[in-house]
């Protein structure tokens, strides 16, 4: 972040640093991916409202054991799976999740609700 040197504007944030955003990198996202996530969600909200539809009873549709629909249902969650995993394992490479390790995932085993006694070694605050 670029701090200038104190400003000369009257008002409450008078003689406050201004600060000036840096020139931002260029994004690592892939269109394909976001264009995916966006279809797999408006199929989503498409269905629910049909499913809704259905369960008030504005249109007679079983939803529940008609081939197509149980198929498309099945595609939705597909698409979302699928993106789910792209998404990890792009943030993964890119070094954008930290690492989970240990049996406490990561935590501090001294970090635990108050209700429970400390781990060895911890304090009672912890």
């Known amino acids: 972040m670029n ?3 104190p400003t000369h504007e009257a008002g409450p944030d008078a003689g406050m640093p201004v600060v000036r955003p840096e020139a931002k990198a260029p994004s690592q996202r892939l269109p394909l991916v976001d264009l ?5 969600i ?3 909200v498409a269905y629910h409202f049909i499913y809704d539809l259905s369960y ?3 249109v007679r549709i079983d939803l529940a054991r008609q ?5 498309w249902r099945s595609a939705i969650v597909s698409q979302f799976l699928l993106v789910l995993g792209i998404g990890i394992g792009l943030g ?5 999740r930290a690492p ?5 995932g990561g935590r501090s085993p001294c970090r635990r609700r108050s209700f429970q006694s400390p781990a060895p070694g911890c304090s009672a605050r912890g």
């Not at 995916?36 to 797999?40: I, Q």
């Open 100 to 104: 989970v390790s240990g049996a406490a």
């Open 3 to 5: 701090l200038a040197g």
């Open 56 to 58: 008030f009873g504005w």
């Open 67 to 71: 081939a197509g629909w149980i198929a």
């Open 36 to 40: 995916v996530r966006g279809l797999a």
């Open 92 to 96: 993964d490479s890119a070094g954008g």
């Open 42 to 44: 408006v199929q989503m």
